[in-house]
């Protein structure tokens, strides 16, 4: 490959929580026993370099010795229309429907200020992200989940009639959309896509598309953006996407929107301009002109490769060794989510027994009950194949089959 993806990156007082957190006062996450170092696995980032690129933009920008207040590039919109040009087959999007945010969850909320009335109930699928729960709930929104469901494939799937069943029950006529779905790993069909946007058109649910993941796609999979499916849904969607999590660039701190509805743009734009606060940082936007470029193109695309690699790997070693455990293989993401209910029964244990014995060897996962996996753990696979290889040989000799 052309780019870096086995280095092992020494993220220690760099400014990582993934690392820096485990063991820390006050921290959920406890050091692990003496002889095993941490493998992160549970914040959503990266641990791989970031294309150069984006570093030499950076670094040119930084030379300049003012930064001060400043407006975006016109690049800076002409690089996102190309991006979604290239990755997703959007054509017709111009600069006047794409808004900066400071984050996906700022601008979920900002469209939902503009949707809803405190107290109104929108509806999520679950599992649910953990960030919608506290985001939503934070500022007065009721949330109601319908439960995906997983088919005689094991492949995670959206409950039509129960959705459409929360939505009449509870006058609900605002929904986040998670695509690709987190923490599942879905990448929702065309067909998927087109039928939850009709159930959404027949009720008048206006929607909010949580798009970040939509780069990370793994091989054999298409994303599909929501507002693609139909001319009603280009109009009744606030799409939201981001070079954070595709490029690992969450510190820098960078979102955007895509609205093409002009009323709802201008009520959004309005919206998320309250709190003085939603500005784009300069060195966020050169990150994106860095990333945006040909060799950001290329990097993602063996990014791809590498993540498909890891979750292969992964769960055909879960199928092989840890007996009780099961998983959906993601499509998209890179994110595992385990269900552990099997095993628990089979073996007389908690989830917190299980969790600590993982935290002890130095595997750092995640506990899914936040997400609504009442036995289930969520496990970062962006890492380099030797870690992911030696993560699951101490699962296999201390946590599963100890």
């Known amino acids: ?4 993806f086995t280095s092992i990156l020494d993220r220690r007082g760099k400014d ?3 690392i820096d957190m485990v063991g820390a006062p006050g921290s959920a996450y406890p050091a692990p026993r003496d002889g095993f170092d941490v493998i992160p696995m549970w914040v959503a980032d990266m641990n791989f370099p970031v294309v150069p690129t984006i570093q030499e933009a950076m670094i040119r ?3 300049h010795p003012a930064f001060g207040y400043f407006l975006p590039q016109e690049e800076y919109y002409d690089a996102i229309i190309r991006w979604q040009e290239r990755h997703n087959g959007v054509t017709g999007l111009t600069k006047d429907a794409i808004g900066y945010e400071n984050g996906v969850l700022g601008g979920v909320v900002t469209a939902l200020n503009v949707l809803c009335s405190r107290g109104d109930k929108v509806l999520l699928h679950s599992p649910t992200y953990v960030g919608f729960t506290g985001s939503l709930t934070n500022n007065g929104y009721d949330i109601v989940h319908s439960p995906l469901v997983r088919d005689e494939k094991g492949i995670w799937r959206m409950d039509f009639a129960d959705m459409e069943k929360k939505i009449v029950e509870n006058h609900i006529h605002a929904a986040v959309f998670c695509s690709p779905h987190n923490p599942c790993g879905r990448v929702w069909e065309r067909w998927e896509v087109e039928k939850a946007m009709e159930l959404f058109k027949k009720h008048d649910v206006m929607v909010v598309s949580d798009e970040i993941w939509s780069d990370i796609i793994l091989t054999g999979h298409q994303h599909v953006p929501t507002q693609s499916v139909s001319e009603d849904a ?7 996407y981001a070079p954070s999590k595709t490029f690992n660039l969450a510190g820098l701190v960078g979102s955007y929107h895509i609205i093409y509805n002009k009323t709802l743009r201008e009520r959004c734009d309005k919206e998320s301009s309250l709190c003085h606060y939603n500005s784009m940082n300069v060195m966020s936007m050169h990150a994106l002109l860095g990333a945006y470029q040909p060799e950001g193109y290329e990097w993602v695309e063996e990014l791809r490769q590498v993540i498909t690699g890891n979750v292969d790997f992964a ?8 007996d009780g455990v099961s998983v959906s293989k993601p499509q998209g993401t890179y994110m595992l989510f385990l269900d552990c209910a ?4 089979n073996h007389g244990k908690t989830m917190d027994e299980l969790l600590r014995a993982g935290w002890d060897v130095g595997v750092i996962w995640q506990d899914g009950r936040a997400f609504h996996g009442q036995t289930h753990i969520r496990m970062n696979l962006a890492l380099p194949l030797s870690r992911v290889q030696e993560a699951f040989r101490r699962l296999d000799k201390y946590v599963f089959n100890a």
């Open 315 to 322: 769960c055909d070693f879960i199928e092989k060794h840890f």
């Open 16 to 18: 990582a929580i993934a």
């Open 234 to 240: 280009k109009m009744r969607t606030v799409a939201l």
């Open 1 to 4: 490959m052309k780019y870096d």
């Open 342 to 345: 099997d095993w628990l029964e």
């Open 61 to 63: 920008r930084a030379q």
